[in-house]
């Protein structure tokens, strides 16, 4: 299985020839699943869905998960922030927030960690909590995967605020169901951690994988434009990162590391 994670696309502050490239690395990677965490647009506007919709299109025609980031809910419409926060997501994307794919070798789950409630932070509810347990649980996928837009670890001091409220029940419950990854994106910073290193007695083979900002203007701390591909097959799974270079005018492999985990079936 061959899986692109895109995160923090923000339609409304892309960069052209950083698209162009992402679109010619997509289709060269050939991927068998697309996923999409979130922050989709940069201020959830119909034209900033209406582009990203035309990403979606451009890209391999593949399965394709998206969940929903804060900035897909309007800002200073309050009107619709409340009434209809989700209409534009929707529209493009369907009805359901939480999307389940799944595969012989493979579950993936999607959690809307977002609250129209709150402009930024994230949460993971009891609710989401216990129904994704029992996804994992009782899935026979040998890989099992979950994508949310909040993260549920930092390696900054500066992003510790940005981990999702109830991260800890969420990944001690997960890991215990199942869960050998979780995928996130909202603070435009990439790595992949084992999740044992802030949630000890976690099991040592469920890890955490960052994505940065794919294709906006927005990105920070010196960190490149990049996305995350992820390789499974009955040896294990490897998770690479690729960066863009503005001096080679596309994408490249920049990291990865090789997870301890036994899956089957590619």
């Known amino acids: 299985m061959r899986i692109i994670q895109l995160s923090d696309l923000h339609f409304g502050t892309e960069v052209p020839d950083v698209l162009a490239a992402l679109l010619q690395s997509c289709h060269r990677l050939a991927p068998d699943l697309i996923l999409l965490s979130g922050d989709l647009t940069q201020r959830a506007r119909r034209h900033e869905f209406d582009a990203c919709r035309k990403l979606v299109k451009a890209l391999p025609q593949v399965p394709?998960?998206?969940?929903?980031?804060?900035?897909?809910?309007?800002?200073?419409?309050?009107?619709?922030?409340?009434?209809?926060?989700?209409?534009?997501?929707?529209?493009?994307?369907?009805?359901?927030?939480?999307?389940?794919?799944?595969?012989?070798?493979?579950?993936?789950?999607?959690?809307?960690?977002?609250?129209p409630r709150r402009h930024v932070d994230g949460a993971f509810d009891q609710q989401m909590v216990e129904r994704v347990s029992e996804l994992l649980r009782t899935s026979r996928a040998a890989f099992k995967v979950v994508v949310g837009h909040h993260p549920v670890d930092a390696v900054l001091l500066s992003d510790e605020r940005n981990i999702a409220r109830g991260a800890e029940d969420a990944v001690r419950a997960w890991t215990a169901a199942g869960m050998q990854l979780y995928l996130a994106g909202h603070i435009h910073y990439p790595f992949f951690a084992p999740l044992s290193g802030r949630y000890a007695g976690v099991p040592g083979d469920a890890w955490t994988l960052q994505a940065g900002t794919a294709i906006s203007s927005r990105t920070r701390d010196g960190k490149p434009n990049s996305f995350n591909l992820i390789l499974s097959d009955d040896t294990g799974v490897e998770l690479q990162r690729w960066d863009y270079s503005a001096q080679q005018k596309g994408f490249q492999e920049a990291g990865s590391v090789q997870l301890p985990l036994g899956v089957s079936g590619a």
């Open 64 to 115: 394709v998960l998206a969940v929903p980031g804060n900035h897909d809910l309007p800002l200073f419409n309050v009107w619709h922030r409340f009434r209809a926060p989700y209409a534009g997501f929707r529209r493009v994307f369907g009805h359901r927030l939480d999307p389940v794919i799944e595969t012989a070798s493979t579950l993936v789950v999607g959690v809307n960690t977002t609250d």
